[in-house]
């Protein structure tokens, strides 16, 4: 059933400019703020209509950006989900908790970070991630559970099977409580879900239809007290796969000639946007729109390789669209690569925040902010002081949603794993102001590490390495990315003493 985009009552938002989201209720007593995290998987920083994309329809989005702050310049901590998510949760690096690829769905335990065994068929070690997220680590639901909050966790966790689950991180509901990346083969009904979830679906239901629904159950149960609601989308990570209409609709529109012409990726994008609108509708109908923080972000960058025209793999897509799939899912131009990447495509995100009269409706704010620093602005959002065991590595960006100026040294990405599809080298990046230096390990011809740097100013799409023209900024931001691995004890790739090159065939 197509959603109508929903519609927030500006009345009921905006015309009582004067009351705070943690105004004095009846009694005298604050009252604590809603907070709906949506997170989105694999959504490129250009896939949304208000972040400029023509081709994907995304008009629940679009709304809620003219209600909110739009920001420009927002990171994940890594350009893969698992470790992202980490950071939402514990306001942590990836370095420090040493998640650092999404692996969390693997059976085998790994909770110490560590080098990869030697292998003489790899020329650099690189990193063997943690395969969950250790429960000794303080949470943002934890804290809020203890501050009264009602928790609920929906859709993709990816982040440990039991007893690393939602359940033992401070959430209260888990729906479909299930570790791994989403259901296999098909977002469409029946999914192949683990068979003791009894989780089937309807056919032709759409994994999102259900997820929102379940978003919805729990806002309408808990909307006389306080909630913290985690909207983790399954989509639009593949398999790639949408319903027949929506992808028959964007085949008539797709044109050949724009970066963005998959129609099946197209169609997913759809069903995320019409999730949102689900859960957003549902928030007014409760009539506590006025006292509910929205925050909709993105794991990592969107997929800008792969296909038959691509220059990845062929990507995992259901058989009904394989003609379909011949261009890559999408494209994060003017930002170089995606998904997996260092560059500005692999990490820069979409970002919409309403904090309701506190944040100017529809404005655009070019404060540069990470995923670590949510733990740390929603609990002071919400009122509650941060616990004196938790020592986040991000920092509260209320200021900037208040219109101010977000004072900042620099952020920091490390990803110390070889990925062929996006070209990704391991490396560390660094970004202060328009600055940002990648060092790549032990890339060099003779075992160096290799460094790029790029003016993000005057070459947002990282097109030309000035590392030669600017031998101190180089200098100074590589001894931040120093300082960075060493503060958060992060796990660095190194030449492999034992690589032996396998020869190559003679003709």
């Known amino acids: 059933m197509k959603l109508k985009p929903f519609v927030f009552s500006c009345l009921a938002i905006f015309a009582a400019s004067h009351v705070h989201a943690t105004a004095a209720s009846p009694t005298g007593v604050p009252e604590k703020p809603n907070i709906l995290f949506i997170l989105a998987d694999d959504l490129g920083w250009k896939d949304l209509g208000c972040y400029g994309s023509t081709f994907h329809r995304t008009p629940n989005l679009d709304r809620l950006a003219s209600r909110a702050v739009r920001f420009t310049q927002a990171y994940a901590a890594n350009p893969l989900c698992s470790p992202t998510r980490s950071s939402v949760l514990t306001g942590l690096w990836p370095a420090r908790t040493g998640i650092t690829a999404p692996v969390c769905h693997l059976p085998e335990v790994v909770l110490e970070k560590q080098l990869v065994q030697g292998n003489p068929k790899r020329r650099i070690l690189d990193a063997n991630s943690v395969t969950r997220l250790k429960t000794d680590y303080l949470t943002l639901p934890a804290i809020l559970k203890e501050a009264g909050y009602q928790t609920g966790h929906f859709g993709k966790w990816h982040l440990g099977h039991e007893p690393y689950s939602p359940l033992q991180h401070g959430f209260q509901t888990d729906w479909p409580h299930w570790a791994g990346p989403g259901p296999a083969g098909s977002y469409v009904a029946p999914w192949k879900f683990p068979q003791a979830l009894g989780i089937q679906g309807e056919p032709s239901e759409h994994i999102e239809d259900t997820l929102s629904s379940q978003v919805v159950k729990f806002i309408h149960e808990n909307k006389d007290r306080p909630f913290y609601a985690n909207y983790w989308q399954f989509s639009v990570h593949n398999p790639y796969d949408a319903k027949d209409a929506l992808v028959a609709k964007y085949r008539t529109q797709a044109d050949p000639n724009s970066p963005q012409r998959n129609p099946v990726y197209a169609a997913m994008v759809e069903s995320l946007d019409d999730g949102v609108g689900r859960v957003l509708n549902a928030l007014e109908e409760c009539g506590i729109a006025d006292k509910t923080i929205v925050v909709f972000f993105s794991d990592n960058g969107g997929i800008s390789w792969g296909g038959a025209d691509g220059d990845g793999p062929t990507l995992h897509k259901s058989a009904r669209f394989q003609a379909d799939m011949t261009a890559p899912p999408t494209s994060n131009l003017p930002l170089r690569n995606g998904k997996a990447s260092l560059y ?164």
């Not at 733990?375 to 920092?395: F, R, S, Y």
């Not at 599809?421 to 600055?435: E, Y």
């Not at 060493?486 to 690589?499: F, M, Q």
Request: aromatic share 6%; proline share 9%.
């Open 344 to 507: 500005e495509g692999g990490v820069r995100e979409p970002c919409l925040v309403l904090w309701p009269s506190v944040t100017k409706p529809g404005t655009t704010n070019e404060s540069i902010i990470q995923s670590i620093d949510w733990m740390p602005t929603l609990l002071e959002m919400a009122g509650i002081p941060m616990p004196a065991t938790a020592k986040p590595d991000g920092q509260s960006i209320v200021p900037a949603l208040k219109g101010g100026e977000l004072k900042r040294d620099a952020i920091y990405c490390h990803f110390p794993h070889d990925v062929a599809a996006s070209g990704q080298r391991p490396g560390t990046s660094v970004r202060r102001g328009d600055w940002k230096l990648i060092r790549l390990y032990a890339d060099n011809a003779d075992g160096g590490d290799k460094l790029e740097l790029y003016n993000l100013k005057t070459d947002l799409g990282e097109s030309t390495d000035v590392s030669l023209e600017n031998p101190t900024i180089v200098t100074e931001l590589n001894a931040l990315i120093t300082g960075f691995l060493k503060e958060s004890d992060a796990v660095i790739p190194k030449l492999n003493p034992g690589y032996k090159p396998v020869a190559k065939a003679q003709p």
